[in-house]
Nanobody
Framework: QVQLVESGGGLVQAGGSLRLSCAASGSINAMGWSRQAPGKQRELVASITRGGYSTNYADSVKGRFTISRDNAKNTVYLQMNSLKPEDTAVYYC???????????????WGQGTQVTVSS
């Protein structure tokens, strides 16, 4: 089984930065970050391969967010720069896998961490 614990969320002004962390236990392969705002569907914003050599991003966050991982610490990070009010959401990390260039999520999610961006 995989257990995931997110941390690092908070309140930040528009244009500011936050770094989210996801500590994982158990066997993990590829990883991703998703977010969900009240009344909206959960959306995948970033993913990373097992070795960290390749990453993918939603168009809405390209150039602003960076996903990375430290396999020695079994931790995945999401560096968020130039934050916008529309980035406000609960952010979740998840375990997943790649087939070719396509990322698929598995049914393993953390409790989430709240990110609020003020205007």
């Amino acid at each position: 089984q995989v257990q995931l614990v997110e941390s690092g969320g908070g309140l930040v002004q528009a244009g500011g930065s936050l770094r989210l962390s996801c500590a994982a236990s158990g066997s993990i392969n590829a990883m991703g970050w998703s977010r969900q705002a009240p009344g909206k569907q959960r959306e995948l914003v970033a993913s990373i391969t097992r070795g960290g050599y390749s990453t993918n991003y939603a168009d809405s966050v390209k150039g602003r967010f960076t996903i990375s991982r430290d396999n020695a610490k079994n931790t995945v990070y999401l560096q968020m720069n130039s934050l916008k009010p529309e980035d406000t959401a609960v952010y979740y990390c998840n375990a997943g896998y790649y087939r070719g260039s396509n990322y698929y999520t598995l049914n393993y999610w953390g409790q989430g961490t709240q990110v609020t961006v003020s205007s």
